[in-house]
């Protein structure tokens, strides 16, 4: 087997690994994508795959091997093995980690209950409603609610890219103790424009995670 032979035989043969991560990780995040580690985890998955698959593998090269070798027409539904080899792991993947976010108990036993690298991540993987206050390393208090707010939705940047926080609307409240101003009705007054806070400049930050009827209300 030639050397470009030998690259494309191993490269079809962590396909499958490599689509299920990918997929896996649209839902669940891609924590600890150092090379070594994806490598790792493309080959974990492509053994699972294969091994699942080497019945029919096997059954297709008694079969049908010696068609394909003396270039025979061959039937009409093996054209579908290759969009299955990619199809299958793709939604193994993407249902393994949607199971995973939506904290499924057989997901987070296949996959690991505790994935996420930092605190940051963990707090604001499964994207709860609720409120946040930081006191940023100016001695200034800002805050937001971490929740979909007239159509704009918050975002929490994950692993590994720089932690960031956008909330969709701010609190208002005294910058100097943090307190929280409410209104006539005893509510948080909330102000109608959004802000984009990085860690690098908060010193402490607190959530308080919304009741389960406004969460309800908000979505």
Request: charged share 20%; hydrophobic share 40%.
């Amino acid at each position: 087997m030639t050397g470009l032979g030998a690259a494309s035989f191993v490269l079809a043969a962590l396909l499958p690994g490599a689509l299920l991560v990918w997929s896996f990780e649209r839902w669940a995040g891609r924590y600890g994508i150092g090379l070594q580690d994806r490598a790792l985890r493309f080959a974990g998955g492509s053994a699972v795959f294969l091994s699942i698959s080497a019945g029919p593998i096997y059954w297709l090269y008694a079969n049908h091997w010696d068609d394909f070798a003396s270039r025979q027409v061959l039937p009409g539904w093996m054209w579908t093995i290759p969009i299955l080899y990619t199809v299958a792991p793709l939604v193994g993947g993407g249902v393994l980690g949607y199971g995973w976010k939506n904290n499924w108990s057989w997901a987070r036993f296949v996959s690991g209950r505790d994935r996420t690298p930092r605190a940051w991540d963990h707090l604001f993987q499964d994207r709860p409603a609720g409120g946040v206050r930081c006191k940023l390393k100016s001695g200034t208090w800002i805050g937001g609610i971490f929740g979909q707010i007239d159509g704009r939705r918050p975002f929490a940047a994950g692993y590994p890219e720089s932690q960031d926080l956008y909330l969709p609307a701010i609190l208002s409240l005294d910058p100097d103790s943090g307190e929280i101003n409410t209104n006539a009705d005893g509510n948080p007054e909330i102000m109608d424009s959004g802000i984009l806070i990085r860690w690098e400049e908060i010193e402490y930050l607190e959530f308080t995670e919304a009741a389960e009827e406004e969460r309800t209300h908000e979505s």
